[in-house]
């Protein structure tokens, strides 16, 4: 069997575990990347056994010198993405049996740049964004229920675009999305704002947009589903209307949803559970924005920090 032969059964395993196509692609991508480095400084690699932990050292060493067409250097998170993809493909071919000892082992990653998520809007500020939305138009109206629901779910702009009018239950509600990141399915609670805009959206508006028949919640001006392009236009078209200086995208809402909900006390896991996340690790990044909050007000508010130096 060849190497390619084994790249191609790792794919093939991936799509049947049901893996975003764009996870799958990008895993091939980096993974024949690796290969073809392989093949151009070892020739003598004829199987996947005769790859050696030193042959991937050096190729991480070659990553970091790595130029794009700019002469940019690799970055950090890239690197690291390449590295993780190698040791998972690894993994499964260990599994498979077929290799007997996994040349990853003890392959450092590189470390992950702590992050601190940035242009989160304070609860004022989403206040002055969706008030900022108004009139009774079909444009204000639908763009009001989008904005108040992207705000009360924090979901994905992509999740928001493939909603089905089934999916909103009106009376709990709660909403289904089928194909979030990685095709997790999960109900998401949302708040009576958002229901009263999803209302009236629904009521006046949804049916001069839409031709009867069609379940798409949500669509474009002219009636085509919207995409996340169209979507993100829509949230930078109200945001400078609304005067926030903040670089604000479909995402700010998501962000600031999940750090407002950890201001009022909210468990984090159930702000893990609201936004989909896999690991709780991508939830805890919004309690250094809580974190950050905290400093601020203790510096401006403590006594001993008020009293003169």
């Not at 050292?57 to 590295?83: F, P, Q």
């Not at 939305?133 to 109206?141: A, E, F, R, Y």
């Amino acid at each position: 069997m060849s190497i390619e032969k084994d790249l191609y059964e790792y794919t093939l395993h991936e799509k049947e575990m049901k893996l975003a196509p764009s996870t799958v692609d990008d895993h091939e991508r980096t993974i024949l990347l690796f290969l073809n480095f392989i093949k151009a400084e070892y020739p003598e690699v004829k199987e996947i056994t005769d790859i050696t932990k030193d042959m991937i050292r050096s190729y991480g060493i070659h990553l970091t010198s790595r130029r794009d067409a700019r002469g940019k250097t690799m970055s950090r998170e890239r690197r690291r993405r390449h590295i993780t993809n190698l040791k998972g493909f690894f993994l499964y071919l260990q599994r498979m049996e077929r290799i007997y000892t996994d040349p990853m082992t003890g392959i450092s990653t590189p470390k992950a740049r702590e992050s601190i998520v940035k242009d989160i809007l304070t609860i004022e500020e989403m206040e002055v964004l969706l008030k900022n939305c108004t009139g009774h138009t079909v444009h204000s109206l639908r763009d009001r229920a989008i904005l108040e629901l992207l705000y009360s779910t924090g979901i994905r702009a992509m999740e928001l675009c493939t909603l089905h009018v089934e999916d909103i239950d009106l009376d709990e509600m709660i909403l289904f999305i089928k194909q979030g990141k990685g095709l997790k399915e999960r109900y998401v609670p949302y708040g009576e704002s958002a229901r009263y805009w999803l209302v009236r959206y629904i009521e006046k508006v949804r049916p001069l947009m839409l031709s009867e028949g069609e379940n798409l919640l949500f669509c474009t001006l002219r009636g085509t589903p919207l995409t996340p392009d169209s979507l993100l236009s829509m949230v930078k078209k109200r945001a400078k209307a609304s005067g926030i200086e903040k670089n604000i995208t479909t995402h700010t809402f998501r962000h600031s949803c999940a750090a407002h909900m950890l201001k009022g006390r909210a468990d984090i896991r159930y702000v893990q559970q609201q936004l989909g996340h896999r690991s709780i690790g991508t939830t805890e990044r919004y309690l250094k924005v809580e974190i950050t909050d905290l400093k601020e007000v203790h510096s401006r508010c403590h006594p001993r920090e008020r009293e003169e130096a």
